[in-house]
């Protein structure tokens, strides 16, 4: 059915005041540039809705800025906690040779992921690897931000946000790391892109320990606290479940407006927010 939405392509080879009128402008292009011309936009058009402002999206490109607001939240009583990986950030001028040394000091256990401190919309800022031993940390290239593993039973949950709305989706994830795997295996392992290899776990039968969804209270704060905080309206989560518990959580990662095409029902849930936004503009 046609609900009056126009989608018009931003032309980039002509100024932007010279384009629209629009209602909302939805962009995610990186760069100093693009921002530039968004903030100026945005200046002299305070009517037009930017889904989103520049400077919050910029907190989303540097994996020691995302999980910030995220270590600072208190969900107390609200049915199970969500943390942070201990994680520690390892500078551009940063030698190799000095990581186990930064790492002990942190108290911070193996394995560890290694990854590119910024992401950039690059394949390269989605190289990630594992770090079994102290010796693999020495082939790291700064800089980077290392986090500990935490054990999930190869099983995420993708936590797509669209304004109010909370989709959660499962995805196939890394297996646990034993004791027997840190004795076993040594150096660097590293694995392809998730979000591209991993395939939609919601159909499997799995364990039910493993595959519950999060509660769904505990979502709805965490979505709604974090969109206050980041002042977003599209980014999705990666959560995973601690093993062998039922509600401890760790948020890994987090992505400005990452493929919703992957999201189920997404045409209307995302016509739904467009319509939403305009309507409460009136
Ligand atoms: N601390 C961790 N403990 C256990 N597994 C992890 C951890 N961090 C990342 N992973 C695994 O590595 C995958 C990729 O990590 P992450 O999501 O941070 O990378 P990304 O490149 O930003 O991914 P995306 O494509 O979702 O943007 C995760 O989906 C998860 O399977
Ligand atoms: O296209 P995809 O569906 O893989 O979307 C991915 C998106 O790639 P794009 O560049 O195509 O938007 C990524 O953006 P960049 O960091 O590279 O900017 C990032 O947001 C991933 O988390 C998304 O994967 P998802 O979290 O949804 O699984
Ligand atoms: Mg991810
Ligand atoms: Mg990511």
């Known amino acids: 059915m046609n609900k009056g939405i126009f ?28 921002r530039e011309i968004i903030e100026d936009y945005r200046h002299k058009h305070p009517e037009v809705t930017i889904l ?92 980077l931000v290392l986090q500990e593993f935490v054990n999930h039973g190869g099983l995420l949950f993708k936590i797509y946000i669209v304004g109010e709305t909370i989709k959660v989706v499962r995805r196939f994830s890394l297996p646990n790391v034993g004791k027997h795997e840190l004795l076993d295996v040594d150096g660097l392992f590293r694995f392809p892109r998730v979000s591209c290899a991993a395939a939609s776990a919601d159909e499997a039968d799995l364990d039910p320990n493993i595959a519950e969804h999060p509660p769904k209270p505990l979502l709805e704060r965490l979505a709604r606290d974090l969109r ?37 029902e997404y045409e209307q849930i995302f016509i739904d927010f467009l319509l939403s936004l305009v309507k409460n503009k009136v």
């Open 7 to 34: 989608f018009v392509a931003i032309d980039l080879n002509k100024p932007m005041l010279e384009q629209g009128p629009f209602d909302v402008v939805l962009h995610k292009l990186p760069g100093k540039e693009w």
């Open 52 to 143: 989103d402002p520049p400077d919050a999206i910029q907190h989303l490109l540097n994996r020691q800025s995302m999980l910030q607001n995220v270590a600072e939240l208190n969900l107390s009583d609200c049915h199970g906690k969500v943390g942070v990986p201990q994680q520690l950030v390892i500078t551009k001028n940063a030698s190799a040779s000095t990581i186990p040394y930064e790492v002990t000091k942190a108290g911070m256990k193996l394995p560890l992921v290694a990854k590119p401190l910024v992401v950039d919309g690059s394949a390269k800022s989605h190289e990630l690897c594992i770090a079994y031993d102290e010796l693999s940390l020495l082939k790291l290239e700064p800089p």
């Open 228 to 264: 206050r905080r980041l002042g977003l309206h599209l980014f999705n989560i990666d959560m995973i479940r601690e093993h062998g518990t039922k509600d401890v959580f760790y948020v890994i990662d987090i992505n400005y407006f990452p493929g919703y095409g992957k999201m189920p």
